[in-house]
């Protein structure tokens, strides 16, 4: 459809003209790619820093991405600007330096006294953009320094969730009208408190879309996370219809899960044994401190004897006691079991086009995902919580790089990046066409594949606005038509 003679709509190349089936050169080819740079990076909302990294007046931070350079400023009363980083005399740019983009490391500072000085010839800039000092200035001609010319230019900067976004579109719809109603669930959950404990960042050999999708199901887990479905493994067959796994036995698969002939203790036990290995292998997604006050909720008393009655029961009663316990030591957790009903979000939610934020109860994991070229991306991980007021750590500047492979990553990542660089390879491999998708569980990967579609053949953006909607609470979720 998007490539129709009559649509006025560009052309895509490898289009998704079968929304179950995934064209592989979407992966590498090169004019695909080159398409992404030019068509889409440059009109959506990209989360470019958390607010807690630039919480004073004059503090600033360099985003990079895909060869575009952003500082983004704390200007104090004056809000969170944001200007592209290039000085206006000769290009050079005057905070920091895409020079380390490759690795993603992000420039950082205060410019309150100092303003920003460009390296090349020394014009200075103040925080509000302000161009202040020209050297030689009388060397240059008259019109050459109408002072407005002479100002950084500013890039269109919103604030969501506890993270500032960056858009390079002045025409774009606003990030709440692009990303949807997820924003106002996920501000329900007081997101916007969380702080980062650590960031974990890795060049992965990989397509940044490839990486992204080892996220958007979690068909994935008996075989890539076995340890999660031994514990439960119940859980993920109702899920995903198996009752059985080739080379297993039933007992074995399931492990104690919540099946028929699993007593109360039992199930409760297994769960609680799912829950600890989800924060020993990614931290923030189950905090420590949320496990020992699930760890005092184990006794069964009170409880009906029925698991499929006591579970729904037991974990309002965690939700209560993590709400109640942590805001007595003072941190920001909202009512979990009123936000849990009124505001619902999943287990993982992704926010179109490179962001996803993963939650459980009031701690959350967060993923940001960056392309390098058609075969590399810059993937973070970090581990985000709450801190009672006055108590919060200083925040993490940057992150730890870690080759894929190093076993310093967290478990559940560490397998994560077991699989995607193969896949890679994989995909290149003689007769493999496209990668075909379950309807009803992989729908998010052919959603947001199809939005990309849209921007590359461009689609009017309110209409892929609308589309975006749909991505919030699609993880696990079935392919949706859209009208375009």
Not at 98 to 126: I, M, T, Y
Not at 143 to 156: G, T, V
Not at 217 to 229: A, D
Request: net charge negative; glycine share 8%; with cysteine.
């Amino acid at each position: 459809m998007l490539k129709s003679a009559d649509t006025g709509l560009r052309a895509v190349p490898f289009p998704m003209e079968d929304p179950e089936r995934v064209p592989v050169e979407r992966y590498y080819d090169e004019e695909f790619y080159q398409m992404e740079l030019d068509h889409l990076w440059p009109h959506v909302w990209q989360m470019a820093c958390r607010l807690e990294q630039i919480p004073d007046e004059g503090d600033w931070i360099e985003y990079s991405n895909v060869g575009k350079s952003v500082i983004i400023v704390n200007t104090g009363a004056g809000g969170i600007k944001a200007y592209h980083n290039a000085c206006r005399h000769r290009g050079v740019p005057i905070a920091g330096m895409p020079r380390q983009e490759e690795l993603g490391r992000a420039d950082h500072g205060n410019c309150k006294q100092s303003g920003f000085v460009c390296p090349f010839h020394g014009w200075r800039f103040d925080m509000h953009g302000n161009n202040t000092f020209v050297y030689g200035k009388q060397l240059f001609s008259e019109r050459q320094l109408e002072h407005a010319d002479l100002n950084l230019i500013p890039c269109r900067v919103d604030i969501a969730i506890g993270a500032v976004w960056i858009n390079f579109d002045d025409d774009a719809p606003s990030v709440r009208d692009q990303i949807g109603p997820l924003i106002e669930r996920l501000e329900a959950h007081n997101v916007d408190k969380l702080r980062m404990e650590w960031c974990y960042a890795t060049v992965l050999p990989a397509n940044w879309k490839l990486a992204m999708e080892a996220f958007m199901e979690g068909y994935h887990v008996m075989k890539t996370h076995p340890q999660l479905f031994q514990a439960t493994g119940e859980i993920y067959n109702d899920r995903y219809g198996a009752n059985s796994v080739e080379g297993m036995t039933p007992a074995s698969a399931t492990s104690k899960g919540p099946k028929d002939g699993y007593g109360l203790r039992e199930v409760l036990d297994a769960q609680f044994e799912h829950m600890k290995l989800l924060s020993d292998g990614m931290a923030g997604m189950l905090h420590a401190k949320e496990v020992e006050i699930i760890e005092g909720l184990m006794d069964t008393d009170g409880l009906p004897e029925d698991p499929a009655q006591a579970m729904p029961m037991w974990y309002g009663m965690i939700a209560d006691q993590i709400s109640k316990q942590l805001q007595a030591k003072g941190e920001p957790v909202p009512n979990l079991c009123e936000v849990n009903v009124s505001h619902p979000i999943n287990a993982v939610e992704f926010l179109f086009p490179h962001y996803f934020l993963l939650p459980f109860f009031s701690s959350f994991s967060a993923y940001r995902i960056r392309p390098l070229g058609p075969e590399s991306c810059f993937f973070e991980i970090y581990s985000l919580t709450m801190f009672p007021e006055g108590e919060e750590p200083d925040p993490v500047m940057e992150p730890t790089i870690l080759p894929y492979d190093s076993p310093e990553f967290p478990p559940i990542p560490r397998q994560d990046y077991s699989n995607i660089p193969i896949q890679q390879v994989g995909l290149h491999a003689k007769g493999f066409e496209f990668m075909r998708l379950s309807k009803d569980i992989e729908g998010l990967i052919s959603n947001y594949q199809r939005i990309i579609d849209g921007y590359l053949a461009g689609v009017p953006q309110e209409k892929l606005a609308k589309a975006n909607h749909l991505l919030g609470g699609n993880f696990d979720g079935p392919v949706y038509e859209f009208d375009f």
